[in-house]
């Protein structure tokens, strides 16, 4: 079963709905009060918490821009304008008011930066995937130690001042999985991420739909700014690091992500994210690498 849809089984057993704030294991699964962070004189403040294997935050949004960073684990990141699958050398960039669940693969402590509105111009335009150096690494978690009931320092807003210029020195990376708003496109998509390595192709898709491979293949770049090809191929790698931190052999990730062989896999996997995956595994078990 896909981390995916095991989000989902999730979402839906757990009955609840958050405006503010999400729901941690610390607190009997209540929502964290983030009033605080939402209202601090800091244009910059951090909370962290950790949560189990296969926990769900419900959909939630914040007032102020979010950054959002897995120390030691993967983090499955939902909103309407994409997905995300991001390893501990990265975080995600949600702007101010944008809604958004989470679901935790494997137990990770989860790093939350809440970013003043005014603050946020200052970072990219777009939801997205940031490089987190080891710099960026130590100012997140020296912000969410903070103690925002205590006289605030000059110190405290030099940390959040360093945090954003380093943040803008990163460029996005390719961990985006752009999410379409039309049924029958995002019905493909559905069943391309519950089960990357389905068989089906354009042509099958399109007569499944009702419509020629032309008009298939028109309409999903125009839902999705990707074509069918390197959508489906994006969804497959974004998938396959899950296996990658399970230990799984590389040749049964390959064939389990729907490659032929060990070596397509890998140079597709080079191609996209910068690195074979026998190195990606060894930084993420190696952050600061």
Known sequence: MSIYRTMDIFFIKMDMRLEMG?????????????????????????????????HVVPEHSHRRGHLLYAADGVLLIEAATGRWLV???????????????????????????????????????????LHVSPLLRELI??????????????????????LLEELGLQPPLPFHLPWPSDAQIRRVCDALVSDPAHPAMADDWAA????????FHRRFQKCTGLTFG?????????????????????????LNSGYESHSAYAVAFKKHFGRPPSEFFVSIHRPGS
């Open 141 to 162: 978690g020296a912000l969410t130690s903070l103690d925002l009931k205590s006289a605030h320092s000059k110190r405290e807003k030099l940390l959040g001042d360093l």
């Open 87 to 129: 390893p501990p050398t990265t975080a995600v960039w949600l702007r101010p008011g944008i809604p958004h669940r989470l679901v935790i693969p494997a137990p990770a402590a989860v790093h939350g930066i809440f970013i003043h509105e005014a603050a946020a111009v200052r970072l990219p335009a777009q939801d997205c995937v």
């Open 22 to 54: 999400f729901a941690s294991p610390s607190e009997g699964a209540r929502a964290l009060d983030l009033g605080d962070h939402e209202s601090s004189d800091l244009p910059i403040t951090g909370v962290v918490t950790r949560y189990p294997a296969g």
């Open 208 to 215: 499944t739909l009702a419509m020629s491979t032309k008009t």
């Open 230 to 254: 390197r959508w489906r191929q994006q969804t497959r790698l974004m998938s396959s690091m899950t296996l990658l931190l399970d230990g799984a052999p590389i040749t049964q990730v390959a």
